[in-house]
């Protein structure tokens, strides 16, 4: 069965760093999340993509965030300066539709510290 | 601001034990109800999802939901549960225009053999 990968499953870095998560989704599905979790907190939505554009984003995702589909395979989340606070499980899905009807299919995580 | 509550943060039961985890969720529009079911070191798995028709909603590995407008609530039930059904559950909804899902806590459940 199709999966949502993720890549590291683990990432440290220092305050103010740059980082890029990676996620690449299910193959044919067209419609892409990043999701995170703090420690101890609900599953948070963070951004939706489609069509090479954002289709929804929470208070969030600031200007320190962006997302990007690079290639036809790999979907990526960058934190430009990295805080304490960002911190988190990070999580990518995927799903074949738009809409609020549709099935997410997560991947397994991108657990990040900031130290 | 809509929510989405999970009562239950810790639940242990026996095997064979029968199995209600709550899930209410604050909107009074049209809403769309997930579980998933993470087991330790997966993803996240849907179990079912509901947005119309038959409010009792049967999902995967002998679980069912049932979504009580009046209350608010998305109940997840089995009738007995297993040790392999030791996981955290998630409760989510959607709603009308927009993609993202709103979680709940999560539910540790434990099933002792």
């Known amino acids: 069965e199709p999966e949502v990968t993720q890549t590291p499953s683990h990432q440290v870095t220092q305050m103010g760093q740059e980082v890029i998560l990676r996620c690449v989704p299910i193959s044919n599905h067209l419609y892409f999340y990043w999701y995170r979790q703090i420690l101890g907190q609900k599953v948070e939505f963070l951004v939706s993509f489609y069509n090479n554009e954002i289709s929804e984003k929470s208070e969030i995702f600031d200007d320190q965030f962006s997302v990007e589909r690079p290639d036809g395979s790999n979907f990526t989340l960058k934190i430009r300066s990295t805080k304490l606070e960002d911190s988190a499980m990070y999580f990518c899905a995927s799903s074949d539709g738009g809409g609020p009807q549709e099935t997410q299919y997560f991947g397994p995580g991108t657990r990040l510290l900031v130290l | 601001a809509q929510s989405v509550s999970q009562h239950n943060h810790h639940v242990i039961l026996s095997e064979a034990a029968s199995l209600e985890l709550g899930c209410n969720y604050s909107?009074?529009?049209?809403?769309?109800l997930f579980w998933y079911v993470q087991y330790p070191g997966q993803h996240l798995q849907l179990l079912l999802k509901?947005?119309?028709?038959?409010?009792l909603v049967k999902g995967i590995k002998g679980f069912e939901a049932e979504f009580i407008k009046s209350k608010f609530s998305f109940n997840l039930r089995k009738p007995s549960v297993q040790w392999s059904d030791t996981a955290e559950y998630f409760c989510?909804?959607?709603?009308?225009?927009?993609?993202?899902?709103?979680f709940g806590t999560g539910t540790r459940l434990k099933v002792l053999a």
């Open positions: 909107y009074g529009g049209t809403v769309n």
């Open positions: 509901y947005f119309s028709g038959d409010p």
């Open positions: 989510a909804a959607t709603l009308a225009g927009t993609y993202k899902y709103i």
